[in-house]
T-cell receptor
Framework: DADVTQTPRNRITKTGKRIMLECSQT?????MYWYRQDPGLGLRLIYY???????NKGEISDGYSVSRQAQAKFSLSLESAIPNQTALYFC??????????FGEGSWLTVV | GESVGLHLPTLSVQEGDNSIINCAYS??????FIWYKQESGKGPQFIID?????DKRQGQRVTVLLNKTVKHLSLQIAATQPGDSAVYFC????????????FGRGTSLIVHP
């Protein structure tokens, strides 16, 4: 089983719809992250959480929100999806200052 | 190094050649560095890491070199194979703190049979 599991893996949604991407990890790490990747570009941090009670904005948080339901679960929501949010989204987890482990990604297309 | 624009830096090599992928990092306080491999449509996967108290670390067919003086990291892949074709990212981190790991844009490695 994967250390970091994302659902759904692929989703097509309409402009203005709310969509949630879910992530769970079995590493037992406190830190979790959501990244966005656009074609030809690197990973950009959307939100991160250092523990269940901690939520922090990353460099591109506008239009997104997150919820840390448990140590193992960190979900990303697009409250009102727009086409330029079409991208590949990665959830990740790490221990303090250690290697980051990524999920397989969630392809989101907003039409 | 990094390039401006939408296209990733690309390195094309022949199968069997050695590949060297470079990365410049920005934070002189960074003390932990990681190389990731990302195949098309997949998540980045850990390849090898190095702490700042070392300047070289070897794995299976891969070697990472760290030059803290010029804040430069390189990944060397020996006897490159078609399965090595992917995008390679470096990441810098600070152990034990609240620092968020920073990723480079990546280099696309294309291995020709």
């Amino acid at each position: 089983d994967a250390d970091v599991t994302q659902t759904p893996r692929n989703r097509i949604t309409k402009t203005g719809k709310r969509i949630m991407l879910e992530c769970s990890q079995t590493k037992g790490h406190d830190r979790m992250y959501w990244y966005r990747q656009d074609p030809g570009l690197g990973l950009r941090l959307i939100y991160y959480s250092f523990d269940v009670k901690d939520i922090n904005k990353g460099e591109i948080s506008d239009g997104y929100s997150v919820s840390r339901q448990a140590q193992a679960k960190f979900s990303l929501s697009l409250e009102s999806a727009i086409p330029n949010q079409t991208a590949l989204y990665f959830c990740a987890t790490s221990d303090l200052g250690d290697t980051i482990y990524f999920g397989e990604g969630s392809w989101l297309t907003v039409v | 190094g990094e390039s401006v624009g939408l296209h990733l830096p690309t390195l094309s090599v022949q199968e069997g050649d050695n590949s060297i992928i470079n990365c410049a990092y920005s934070n002189s306080a960074s003390d932990y560095f990681i190389w990731y491999k990302q195949e098309s449509g997949k998540g980045p996967q850990f390849i090898i890491d190095i702490r700042s108290n070392m300047d070289k670390r070897q794995g299976q067919r891969v070697t990472v070199l760290l030059n803290k003086t010029v804040k430069h990291l390189s990944l060397q892949i020996a006897a490159t194979q078609p399965g090595d074709s992917a995008v390679y990212f470096c990441a810098e981190n600070i152990a034990g703190g609240s620092y968020i790991p920073t990723f480079g844009r990546g280099t696309s490695l294309i291995v020709h049979p």
